[in-house]
């Protein structure tokens, strides 16, 4: 398969609560970044960590990665109604001139008013 | 900046026709331009990936003659679905890439209907 898991699929929580978001993928990494998409619109990118990095913060997310365990986490602190979106892990494959990016099958999130 | 445009947004087509997905970089030079399709509730599959002045490499179990992919120049690739059928029906999104950081930039996506 070409894709990492992401879990959960789907997750709704009320307005204020944090929101975490899991990624698993299969293969040696050099950075794993995080992208949103609002329905029926293109990705948005919100953070890139990198394979040397174990956490990395900014505004209210929260990313962490754990290489060992070929496993990300996306934490979405003090969540709005605006954060509804999909969430989606990326990592980067092969080698220079070469590379592509593998997505993860996604979160859906929607926040509550 | 790093504003990637996609023309048209949405397009209805008989079955049979072809159709022609524009994706521009518009404030950047792009090395590398990717096309992904998205099946409704679905992630982004890689469908292809494409250099400016070079084939584009297709990933397995996509047919090449069936999404012709151009790229033509550093702001500009195009996808033509030959032939379209029912089954083609998705949401086609590409990213461009400029080589200088890990980041790639995505279009907005084209809603292709097949009827």
């Known amino acids: 398969s070409q894709q990492g898991e992401e879990d959960p699929q789907a997750l709704s929580i009320q307005e204020g609560e944090n929101a975490t978001m899991n990624c698993s993928y299969k293969?040696?990494?050099?950075?794993l970044q995080w992208y949103r998409q609002n329905s029926g619109r293109g990705l948005v990118h919100l953070i890139l960590?990198?394979?040397?990095?174990r956490e990395k913060h900014s505004g209210r997310l929260r990313v962490t990665l754990d290489t060992s365990k070929k496993s990300s986490s996306l934490l979405i602190t003090a969540s709005r109604a605006a954060d509804t979106a999909s969430y989606f892990c990326?990592?980067?494959?092969?080698?220079?001139?070469?590379?592509?990016?593998?997505f993860g099958t996604g979160t859906r999130l929607k926040v509550l008013a | 900046g790093a504003v990637v445009s996609q023309h048209p947004s949405r397009v209805i087509c008989k079955s049979g026709t072809s159709v022609k997905i524009e994706c521009r970089s518009l404030?950047?030079?792009?090395?590398?331009m990717f096309w992904y399709r998205q099946f409704p509730k679905q992630s982004l599959m890689l469908m292809a990936t494409?250099?400016?002045?070079?084939?584009?490499?297709?990933e397995q179990g996509v047919e090449k003659d069936k999404f012709l992919i151009n790229h033509a120049s550093l702001t500009l690739s195009t996808l033509t679905v030959t032939s379209a059928h029912p089954e083609d029906s998705s949401f086609y999104i590409c990213?461009?890439?400029?080589?200088?950081?890990?980041?790639?930039?995505f279009g907005p996506g084209t809603r292709l209907t097949v009827t």
């Open positions: 990326a990592t980067r494959e092969g080698a220079s001139g070469t590379y592509k990016y593998i």
């Open positions: 293969t040696s990494i050099n950075n």
């Open positions: 960590i990198r394979s040397n990095e």
């Open positions: 404030d950047f030079q792009a090395t590398t």
């Open positions: 494409s250099n400016e002045g070079s084939k584009a490499t297709y």
């Open positions: 990213s461009a890439w400029t080589g200088l950081t890990y980041e790639q930039y």
